[in-house]
């Protein structure tokens, strides 16, 4: 492992996160009114990428960026690995709905599932591509198609896991004092902070599973944001939904070498 390539890795994408989530913060905390753009909070998903890229290109050149891509966007891993990632979002959504009905007494509204007001006027297949291709693409590429193998090469899968969702985990920091979903949190961050952590272990199998290529991971991910970040998850689904994935990262957890 070389140390300063994962410290150059880490400081370059929270960097260009952080910088622009800055204006969405100084906006809501103290009023500043300053400028943003449309997607502004989605766009920032891609500093786990852009620092795979940078750190790729300073470290090692053309050559390190490239072997980079051909590992983490391979198709040569078993098909029933990009299943796995579907049938896991479709089980988490099933058993979201059915409890949604139980706790809350009424079916959710089926016309706004997995909708939410952050991306108005997008339908329900929109709103999918846009979490896949930002919070599962940006993030993905960086934290499971960059960080963890790059960890790997000096720790067990396990401990390269708990490194990864530890940088994961503060990464968010920012998003505390601006969006909705993770203001309203209160001691709920402890549950989240877990789920986060369990969910690192379940991603970490699912990417090992398939040679460290990201694809299945990415659709994982952007398929969990688009449950439990909807507007109707707040109320019940999204915490079943994490739920479901801690008692998944518990089983795994014996399973990472």
């Not at 905390?29 to 998903?45: D, E, P, T, V």
């Not at 203001?183 to 599973?209: D, E, H, P, R, Y």
Request: hydrophobic share 55%.
């Amino acid at each position: 492992m070389n140390l300063k390539k994962v410290i150059a890795y880490i400081a370059i994408s929270y960097g260009f996160t952080w910088i622009l989530w800055l204006p969405l913060l100084l906006n809501r905390q103290f009023g500043a009114n300053l400028q943003i753009i449309s997607g502004q909070f989605y766009i920032a998903s891609f500093g786990p990428l852009i620092g795979a890229v940078v750190t790729s290109l300073v470290m090692g050149g053309f050559k390190s960026l490239g072997e980079w891509i051909k590992r983490a966007y391979s198709i040569r891993f078993k098909s029933k690995w990009i299943l796995i990632s579907f049938a896991f979002i479709l089980f988490y959504g099933i058993i979201a709905v059915i409890a949604h009905r139980i706790v809350v007494g009424i079916w959710p509204d089926f016309t706004q599932f997995g909708l939410t007001n952050k991306l108005p006027r997008l339908n329900l297949l929109e709103t999918t591509i846009i979490w896949i291709l930002t919070f599962g693409l940006g993030e993905e590429s960086g934290w499971r198609g960059f960080l963890l193998p790059e960890l790997c090469k000096k720790f067990s899968v396990k401990n390269s896991t708990l490194i990864v969702a530890a940088i994961w985990l503060f990464w968010h920091l920012p998003a505390f004092w601006f969006n909705e979903n993770y203001m309203n949190m209160g001691f709920g961050i402890i549950g989240w902070g877990v789920s986060l952590t369990f969910g690192s272990i379940f991603l970490a199998w699912l990417c090992q599973g398939s040679k460290f290529s990201v694809i299945p991971v990415l659709i994982w991910h952007g398929g969990f944001d688009l449950l439990t970040a909807s507007d109707q998850a707040a109320q019940i689904m999204a915490m079943v939904c994490s739920m479901i994935v801690i008692i998944q990262g518990v089983y795994l957890s014996r399973k990472l070498s």
